[in-house]
């Protein structure tokens, strides 16, 4: 999902929205991104992996709604562990709290 041109959490979630082919009903809000993320009509299979380019865009651009992503990528991850339908979001910058993948 290419983020490189969203310096903004509604464009951030038009984008995710449409790159993941969310379901009409979807609000393009912080909410709804997490429905849609653990809702298994929305996004159907066993296991995802989501991987999130262009990412520092939204980082430096509005900071507390790439904080707010954070915060909801992280908690629809564990839903769909919970519900055993795993999701791994792997990220193309640094965020806080939010450990590197080893070199090796």
């Known amino acids: ?6 310096a903004s959490a509604g464009e951030a979630l ?3 929205g449409e790159a993941l082919s969310f379901p009409d009903w979807y609000g393009a809000n912080f909410d709804a991104l997490f429905d849609c993320l653990t809702d ?6 066993t296991g995802h992996l989501l ?3 262009g990412a520092a865009t939204l980082r430096l651009g509005d900071p507390k709604a ?3 992503l954070l ?14 339908t795993p999701m791994w979001i ?3 910058t640094r ?4 450990n590197l993948l080893p070199e090796k």
């Open 95 to 98: 965020a806080p709290g939010i």
């Open 90 to 92: 792997l990220l193309d």
């Open 71 to 84: 915060d909801v990528l992280q908690a629809a991850a564990g839903e769909r562990r919970a519900a055993g």
């Open 14 to 16: 038009r984008r995710l």
């Open 51 to 53: 991987f999130v380019d």
């Open 1 to 6: 999902m290419d983020l490189s041109r969203a």
């Open 66 to 68: 790439f904080a707010t």
């Open 40 to 45: 298994p009509e929305s996004l159907p299979g």
